[in-house]
């Protein structure tokens, strides 16, 4: 799915007090893995893509993401929260990386219990204005399309369906 980045975007929901966002940092690279895990670990994703099912595969993904030559810094973000305590639990994440004249997304995900805030929308628009920033017009994702709220979702908010592309994908039935 695409979407022009010389338009209007959408409006993102306000952050909720008790998150903060947190812009990238290689230091960080293991909270943006184990978030990736736990957005990622019992969704469709996780059948077409194995990687996103494993902790060591989310944080050899986020590696490989972080040294490609076109990652951006400005487009990646993690998402934290505070409880109440002094300590911040890791909820979301996005990459984001240059693709020739396009910016691309890259396993925009949140954890199941921060889900329906508008979080993902609020990392989605961090992530389309650090493409911005650096001067890019066009930005893409991909979605599976069994998922259907995300797909939803995209369209809402200014995604159009540019192509499709069909992976195989074993699925293990219980």
Not at 77 to 103: E, I, M
Not at 120 to 127: C, D, E, V
Request: net charge neutral; hydrophobic share 40%; charged share 20%.
């Amino acid at each position: 799915m695409e979407i022009d980045l010389r338009s209007s975007m959408f409006s993102p929901p306000p952050l909720p007090a008790e998150y903060q966002l947190v812009q990238w940092s290689a230091g960080l690279i293991d909270a943006h893995a184990e978030a990736k895990f736990h957005s990622f670990c019992y969704e469709i994703d996780a059948n077409v893509f194995p990687c996103l099912g494993e902790r060591e595969g989310c944080l050899r993904l986020m590696r490989e993401i972080a040294k490609r030559d076109g990652f951006l810094r400005e487009a990646t973000w993690l998402l934290a929260h505070n409880d109440g305590s002094d300590s911040y639990d890791y909820c979301g994440t996005v990459q984001g990386v240059r693709d020739s004249d396009f910016g691309a997304i890259q396993n925009l995900g949140i954890t199941m219990p921060h889900r329906g805030h508008g979080l993902g929308t609020y990392l989605l628009h961090r992530s389309l204005l650090g493409f911005r920033e650096v001067g890019l017009n066009k930005a893409y994702l991909e979605v599976t399309a069994q998922n259907t709220g995300a797909v939803k979702l995209y369209h809402r908010l200014g995604f159009r369906r540019v192509k499709t592309v069909y992976k195989a994908a074993d699925v293990a039935y219980a």
